[in-house]
């Protein structure tokens, strides 16, 4: 006998989740499935908030090593990595536990087990005490994704790890390839480049962050190295090989060129995979390609009407408030709600390296690749009085729009809180602001968000007022 719901959810991330709320928002009989013994997803429980929460670790260390520099403090200090690592802990189980709140105050049914779809409106799920049977109206995937792992080198969780292990490590290596310059890449590099090891960052593409405009990973690259970080653009692994004392690396670049270099540590970041093997979407026709990720409508509907899929088992920017905004979507269109699109070019990107980036829109490069007339207007953050106050003034913020109209078509920042100064340029795309608009809105003083009004300046009039 099967427990009947409205919706059944499987998997507890962050689209997971929010899918789940919104369903109970929505007056459904909603039930979550997840196979971790704890609530959260990848982004909970082994990426944005432990990795950010190493993140802040670091940022404190650096601070205080700047007040050392300048006075402010004096005597010798020793990092605690063992502390450090237990913040992290703490901040991992307090996430869990709301997320966990979330569900008994919304009367959502949580079942443990591995989730697997029997039919277009059943889910069986095997836990530790056996099989429990669901029947849904509608269920919602959100399986999420897992680290991609290099076909011809094993991952053994010490000298050669992923994300995951990484995460757990119980000191700091003295060396560090990262091999990878996205996203995980360059974090995972800020964090222990600052916590004491030698970093190596390796990128098979010409640049770091390829995703972003160009001149901001111009100037990342810059400020990497400049912290002293070793960085290989235009170069791949072509070997690895464990050793006594670590891990010994054979890396070409474009040149045809080889070296080696030996580390304490290898992290591969290099992507991530859906999870979508083994979870019955074959058997009941939910249609996938060839890299596993599940093909879905604009309403996020699979081949088979009554299932829906979202987050990081789709084509879309594997990006945690990506698989949110859809899980609200699936669940109004379940509920019978008119739901208009997600528009991937309102969709913000951010990493929390040192400094930080983020971006929402087009680049400059796809703007003029896609025929419009291109306005840029940039400004440093060098030039703005609260960036000199707190001591961070690399990076700047660049504003792409369309000269005709002045629309703002994009905007990227690289530098201090860029990726909590990204929220007014998401709001000014939305609108479908102009530059002029941005750049006549007042904005507070001394703030770092001036940054982003004198940048519309340059964009909107050619020049910005305080350049």
């Known amino acids: 006998m099967?427990?009947?719901?409205d919706v059944v959810v499987i998997g507890s991330g962050p689209g997971g989740y929010v899918a789940a709320i919104r369903a109970a928002h929505?007056?459904?009989?909603?039930?979550?499935?997840?196979?971790?013994?704890?609530?959260?997803?990848?982004?909970?429980?082994?990426?944005?908030?432990?990795?950010?929460?190493l993140l802040h670790s670091a940022d404190i260390w650096e601070e205080f090593q700047k007040a050392k520099k300048s006075g402010v403090l004096e005597g010798e200090a020793k990092l605690n990595?063992?502390?450090v690592q237990k913040e992290r802990a703490k901040v991992v189980e307090k996430n869990s536990a709301g997320v966990t709140y979330l569900m008994k105050s919304n009367k959502i049914d949580?079942?443990?087990?591995?989730?697997?779809?029997?039919?277009?409106?059943?889910?069986?799920?095997?836990?530790?005490?056996g099989v429990t049977e669901l029947s849904a109206k509608a269920i919602i995937v959100a399986t999420g994704s897992v680290v991609r792992h290099l076909p011809f080198l094993k991952t053994d969780g010490q000298k050669v790890v992923t994300s995951d292990e990484i995460l757990e490590l119980k000191a700091v290596p003295k060396s560090l390839l990262v091999l990878g310059a996205g996203a995980v890449g360059t974090e995972f590099a800020s964090v222990y480049k600052r916590f004491g090891a030698d970093v190596t960052l390796v990128e098979m593409m010409d640049r770091v962050l390829p995703i972003e405009d160009e001149e901001v990973s111009a100037e990342l690259g810059k400020a990497l190295r400049k912290r002293g970080i070793n960085m290989m653009t235009g170069t791949k692994l072509?070997?690895?090989?464990?050793t006594k004392n670590g891990v010994a690396c054979v890396l070409a670049g474009k040149d045809g060129k080889?070296?080696?270099?030996?580390?304490?540590?290898?992290?591969?970041?290099v992507g991530r995979a859906p999870v979508t093997q083994n979870i019955g979407l074959e058997k009941v026709g939910v249609k996938t390609d060839k890299g596993g990720y599940i093909e879905v409508n604009e309403h996020l509907q699979t081949a088979v009407p009554s299932i829906y899929a979202i987050g990081d088992i789709l084509r879309t920017p594997w990006l945690a408030h990506v698989a949110s905004a859809q899980g609200i979507k699936a669940a109004d269109h379940i509920a019978g709600k008119h739901v208009m699109p997600l528009n991937v070019n309102r969709v913000p990107s951010c990493t929390y390296c040192d400094p930080e980036v983020a971006s929402v829109g087009l680049t400059e490069k796809t703007a003029r690749d896609k025929g419009y007339d291109v306005q840029v207007g940039k400004f440093p953050f060098s030039a703005i009085g609260k960036a000199r106050i707190i001591n961070q003034t690399e990076g700047f913020v660049k504003v792409v729009s369309e000269k005709k109209y002045g629309e703002i078509l994009g905007i990227h920042i690289i530098g201090p809180h860029a990726t909590d100064l990204i929220g007014e340029a998401i709001v000014a795309l939305q609108l479908e602001s102009t530059a002029e608009e941005l750049a006549f809105t007042v904005h507070p003083h001394p703030t770092l968000t001036e940054a982003m009004m004198e940048a519309a300046h340059a964009a909107a009039e050619g020049r910005a007022i305080h350049m």
Request: charged letters at 20%.
């Open 238 to 242: 072509e070997k690895a090989e464990v």
């Open 110 to 129: 949580v079942h443990t087990g591995w989730g697997t779809i029997t039919g277009p409106n059943s889910v069986s799920v095997k836990g530790d005490k």
């Open 2 to 5: 099967s427990t009947p719901y």
């Open 81 to 83: 990595f063992d502390n």
């Open 258 to 269: 080889s070296q080696n270099l030996e580390v304490e540590m290898l992290l591969v970041a």
């Open 26 to 53: 929505n007056g459904l009989k909603t039930a979550l499935v997840e196979r971790d013994g704890r609530l959260g997803g990848t982004c909970g429980l082994r990426g944005c908030i432990p990795t950010k929460s």
